[in-house]
């Protein structure tokens, strides 16, 4: 069994969660409003809770399956949950366009 068999827990800012929902709607086709065009969805496993969180960032990569993620928050002094959340468990999913790996 996978820590990704837990139930999924959108996030409770609701412009994150609308976010990944259109991501999934339409596989990133769509811009985002908030990260833009070149999207990816990343999901951990909340380190306190244990269900599935999803988080919409930039897209980086390298073109070989190979990505990078930035947890800055913006440039704000703290790391996002989702730092934490890979910390704690070592595993997360990215999703690109419809294809779901885990690293």
Do not use: C
């Amino acid at each position: 069994m996978s820590l990704f068999d837990a139930p999924y827990e959108p996030s409770p800012w609701q412009p994150i969660a609308d976010e990944v929902a259109l991501y999934e709607r339409t596989n990133g086709t769509e811009p985002s409003a908030i990260v833009g065009d070149s999207w990816i969805v990343l999901w951990t496993v909340g380190a306190k809770s244990g269900n599935v969180r999803k988080t919409p960032l930039v897209r980086i990569a390298d073109g070989e399956g190979r990505y990078a993620v930035i947890g800055s928050m913006g440039g704000a002094p703290t790391h996002p949950q989702w730092v934490h959340n890979i910390r704690s468990s070592g595993v997360a999913k990215l999703q690109d366009g419809a294809e779901l790996k885990e690293y």
